[in-house]
């Protein structure tokens, strides 16, 4: 998204790790939630991980449940998704959305989603 910059994308192999970072550009988040997001090719856009940024208060979906961790830096201005054990499954495009609504209103509402950061996972 335009406002979003997402960086730490790689390849790895399978049970490997990454850490995604996301930052505002205006180097603060104005809704109080940021969203992690991903879409692999073919497959619809899913939310995989919330934080709510006033009080680390933290969602996941149940696919990831257990092996990724969304948290923030104590400045509050970096969000970052760390990923462990690591699926092929788990290969897309993933971006951060700074947004408290639904995943539906998000997906819906937002047309420019930008190029987020490529995870690639082999096995």
């Known amino acids: 998204l335009a406002n979003m910059v997402e960086s730490g994308g790689g390849s790895v192999q399978a049970g490997g790790s990454l850490r995604l970072s996301c930052t505002g550009s205006t180097g603060t988040y104005s809704s109080g939630c940021v969203n992690w997001f991903r879409q692999a090719p073919g497959k619809p856009r899913e939310r995989v991980a919330i934080i709510w940024t006033a009080g680390d208060y933290t969602y996941y979906t149940d696919s990831v449940k257990g092996r990724f961790t969304v948290s923030q830096n104590d400045a509050k201005n970096v969000v970052y998704l760390q990923m462990s054990n690591l699926k092929p499954e788990d290969s897309g495009s993933y971006y951060c959305?700074?947004?408290?609504?639904?995943?539906?209103?998000?997906?819906?509402?937002?047309?420019?989603w930008g190029q987020g950061t490529q995870v690639t996972v082999s096995s």
């Open positions: 959305v700074d947004d408290c609504s639904s995943d539906e209103i998000i997906i819906r509402a937002y047309r420019d």
